[in-house]
């Protein structure tokens, strides 16, 4: 155990900034500047230093937020959060393993920036409204009222079940078998009828720049995937807190996927192609509540 309650702390700050940035890159240079704060206060005045650390931290990623959002608009293709490989012990936290899942942090892509940060710190971390309001700037009743209007926002866009590892482990190796042999009639048993993928590259590996919707054409196009590359090597680690989909093409790590499993059949897939977004899957990250 440490004394100093930054270090103690930095798994839940590093968390916080990743959940309102979708980025683990923007995550950790946001918990360096919280850092670079606490380092210049007198920490015999700060009565509750997790509080006082989620405050700077939340201030730092707002302010993160409305930078990268205006970057993004120029991002070639669809953009997605970047993955990060996690433990077990997130996947066995029903809540954590739910809000920092690829298909969440793609909804709260969708809140603006303040709506973002007081529903990721309410709904997650239990952090009370008056703390919120002093973090962002707003009344307490303010507050409130956003985190309200976030929650409809989000529960209208969210997916409908909880699905055990177990499911999910079933469900994705099922479709593996289908994808790396061919079988259209496997592809179509385990998709949804209106699947969606959605694929990130950035513009700098091949993959659909929009997604793609329909079990029908999903299928069709995985079904070639063996012929494509015929020597690939598919592991499934948990990422983001759900089984998931690595594959290594001749030697290199190429691409990432995570599902979304509603009533035993994929209803989404997020497919990971940038590059420079998949440098955080050979070393478990440290997340936290």
Known sequence: MTDDPFTAHRGLLFTVAYEMLGSAADADDVVQETWLRWAEVDRAAVREPRAYLVRIVTRQALNRLRTVSRRREDYVGEWLPEPLLTSPDVAEDVELAESVSIAMLTVLETLGPTERAVLVL???FDVPYDEIAEAVGKSSAAVRQIAHRAREHVAARRPR????????HEVVDRFLAAVTGGDVQGLLDVLAPDVVVVADSGGLAPAARRPVTGRERVANALARFAEFAPHVQITTPLINGAVAARIDAGGEFETAITFVVEDGRISRMYAM?????????DTVAELRR
């Open 122 to 124: 309410h709904e997650v």
């Open 161 to 168: 079940t909880a699905v055990s590892r177990s499911e999910q």
């Open 273 to 281: 192609r940038n590059p420079h977004k998949l440098g955080r899957l």
